[in-house]
């Protein structure tokens, strides 16, 4: 059973930074592009950013809104996707979800992490 | 990029058949057929119910089917249950940044 385990949400306040992990279990992790998807309170969903395999290169994109701030490393030995988060801003408060990803779908989603960014 | 739009919400009885659209451009939906539909229920986390506009991953009802015309993509889900009732969004890649936009959502109700 394929399993996505988000950690590392928590209150910060604004311009702090923040790390998530994802580790997944139940598939092969390192073929899947892994990519964070956030939800503010009472809103829809909205993709942050990804990285692909390394097959295809390991690299990253991002959202407008998180570049530059935010930043997606994997570590396939550990089986575990990251999200580093600076500069925090009270627009990033949300459920951030990590997603494993074959051919441009989310296949698979987390349960998610709470991160509130306030004074 | 803008979001893609949705109806914010969609309802029917049990049995019946219920459509929603999601519209995108020519830059994201029009332009791929990479076109995914989710349902989520409160409080869960989003579930993978279409994929590449019309194709369903193992374990979704066939109940569920997409379809695309022009810049629209559709969602209809066909003798409407219970279980149903919950937030759907679509999702289409697009040639410019964000990689990936999501729809507004529409909730659908079972009446």
């Known amino acids: 059973e394929v399993q996505l385990v988000e950690s590392g949400g928590d209150l910060v306040q604004p311009g702090r930074s923040l790390r998530l992990s994802c580790t997944g279990s139940g598939f092969t992790f390192g073929d899947y592009a892994m990519s964070w998807v956030r939800q503010a309170p009472g809103k829809g969903l909205e993709w942050v950013g990804f990285i692909r395999s390394k097959l295809y290169g390991g690299t990253t994109e991002y959202a407008a809104s998180v570049k530059g701030r935010f930043t997606i490393s994997r570590d396939d030995s550990k089986r575990v996707a990251y999200l580093q988060m600076s500069s925090l801003k009270t627009e990033d408060t949300a459920v951030y979800y990590c997603t494993g990803m074959i051919a441009n779908k989310f296949d698979d989603w987390g349960q998610g992490t709470l991160v509130t960014v306030s004074s | 990029q803008s979001a893609l739009t949705q109806p914010a919400s969609v309802s029917g009885s049990p049995g019946q058949s219920i459509t929603i659209s999601c519209t995108g451009t020519?830059?994201?939906?029009?332009?791929?057929?990479?076109v995914s539909w989710y349902q989520q229920h409160p409080g869960k986390a989003p579930k993978l119910m279409i994929y590449d506009v019309r194709n369903r991953p193992s374990g979704a009802s066939d109940r569920f089917s997409g379809f695309k015309s022009g810049n629209t993509a559709s969602l209809t889900i066909s003798g409407l249950q219970a279980e149903d009732e919950a937030d759907y969004y679509c999702?289409?890649?697009?040639?410019?940044?964000?990689?990936?936009?999501f729809g507004t959502g529409t909730k659908v109700t079972v009446l």
């Open positions: 020519s830059t994201d939906v029009g332009a791929y057929n990479y």
């Open positions: 999702s289409s890649y697009t040639s410019s940044s964000p990689l990936y936009v």
